[in-house]
């Protein structure tokens, strides 16, 4: 008989629904050899790399059904009220909004432009952007949401596309104007753009020389005058108090944008935390020296779990008492601040991806 299987290490669904890009639907077959998997997809809206990727995800996911098959949402300490965790599932199954920052057009431009091509903006959550509605006439009517590279002001720079929560990251981090920062984990760029408009100098490194030319590609489209580069952060080659401030959004298991990104979901496994938080501790360590006197250390995830977040931090906090948190409150809303004043959003709460930041200033 044939299976559309409801349940996964984390977050209770196979069915992909929610990207502007595709539909993907995962299922198993048991029969006389064993469990058989099954995909279907849209072969004109999949590149090649990405079903590879698809189906090596699904391939570790079923593995881990046999191995682990009680892992369950409820196991995570943020979302453990039921009605908060159906609301989180809802989410995660729901087709995300596509959201724009503007770049080279203002805001203005954009609403107008979009306007004259039928095309619906509305403010984003904490006015964080600038979100495209449904422009059909009936809201029974289907509604997909076009590729980005389909819209006005794409080839010309006009916008760039990046969820509020990220947006307001940027915006936590309160980098006074003219402030020498380092993006150490830097692609795809929506974040040393913000810093940039915000008024820093930014320098943008990533580890990984295949996500450089996206990188260097949003900083060139966007119009902004940041100097990319291959960079590990654990041997980077800048000298000691180099930075007024260094951004480290950290690889992360992705468990906030799992709406924006599914594919995070099927590759999520018990031990992927601890070694998660572990790497995310030794690149948070390695950024320090690199803040000077007085400067800022931004530490960021999109994760929603406390292990790889505050964790994380009041690890680093023991080990490096010339730091100190040095949250910025009026920099975003109340309600996106945590007592110990971090940020925080969380998709089920604020309606936007679910992020995490912390401001340390190094006073020694």
Same mark, same amino acid.
């Given at each position: ?107 203005? %431009? ?10 619906? $903006?509305?403010? +984003? #959550? *904490? !006015?964080? /952007? ?90 060139? %489209? ?10 590990? $952060?654990?041997? +980077? #080659? *800048? !000298?000691? /108090? ?108 604020? !309606? ?13």
């Amino acid at each position: 008989m044939k299976r559309a299987f409801r349940g996964c290490p984390v977050l209770d669904s196979f069915r992909w629904r929610g990207t502007a890009k595709f539909d993907l639907m995962f299922s198993l077959e048991e029969g006389s050899e064993g469990l058989a998997g099954f995909v279907e997809y849209d072969t004109d809206l999949f590149e090649a790399t990405t079903i590879a990727r698809m189906l090596g995800h699904f391939q570790t996911l079923l593995q881990g059904i046999v191995v682990n098959p009680e892992r369950r949402i409820s196991e995570l300490p943020l979302i453990a009220e039921p009605e908060r965790q159906q609301i989180l599932l809802a989410w995660n199954d729901t087709k995300p909004s596509l959201t724009l920052q503007p770049a080279r057009w203002d805001r203005e %431009r954009l609403t107008r432009q979009f306007h004259e091509a039928g095309i619906g $903006l509305t403010d +984003a #959550p *904490f !006015g964080a /952007g600038l979100r495209i509605t449904r422009d059909h006439p009936s809201p029974s009517m289907s509604f997909r949401v076009p590729r980005p590279s389909s819209l006005p002001g794409f080839a010309e720079g006009g916008f760039i596309v990046q969820d509020p929560a990220h947006a307001l990251v940027a915006r936590y981090a309160a980098i006074p104007a003219g402030a020498l920062v380092y993006d150490a984990c830097a692609a795809p760029g929506g974040k040393a753009v913000a810093l940039e408009r915000m008024g820093a100098k930014v320098v943008a490194g990533d580890a990984r020389p295949d996500r450089l030319p996206r990188l260097t590609g949003t900083a060139r %489209r966007a119009g902004v005058a940041i100097r990319c580069l291959a960079a590990d $952060l654990e041997a +980077a #080659p *800048f !000298g000691p /108090g180099r930075f007024d401030a260094v951004l480290m959004d950290a690889p992360c298991s992705a468990t906030g944008t799992m709406a924006r990104h599914p594919d995070a979901r099927w590759r999520l496994t018990p031990d992927l935390f601890p070694r998660a938080a572990a790497r995310q501790a030794r690149l948070v360590a390695a950024a320090a020296p690199l803040v000077r006197m007085g400067g800022v250390l931004i530490y960021a995830t999109c994760s929603l779990e406390p292990e790889e977040n505050s964790a994380v931090v009041e690890d680093f906090l023991s080990q490096h008492p010339g730091f100190t948190r040095a949250p910025a409150p009026a920099a975003v809303p109340a309600e996106l601040l945590t007592p110990a004043g971090d940020f925080q959003s969380l998709p089920q709460r604020h !309606g936007v991806d679910g992020a995490y930041a912390t401001r340390l200033m190094r006073r020694a």
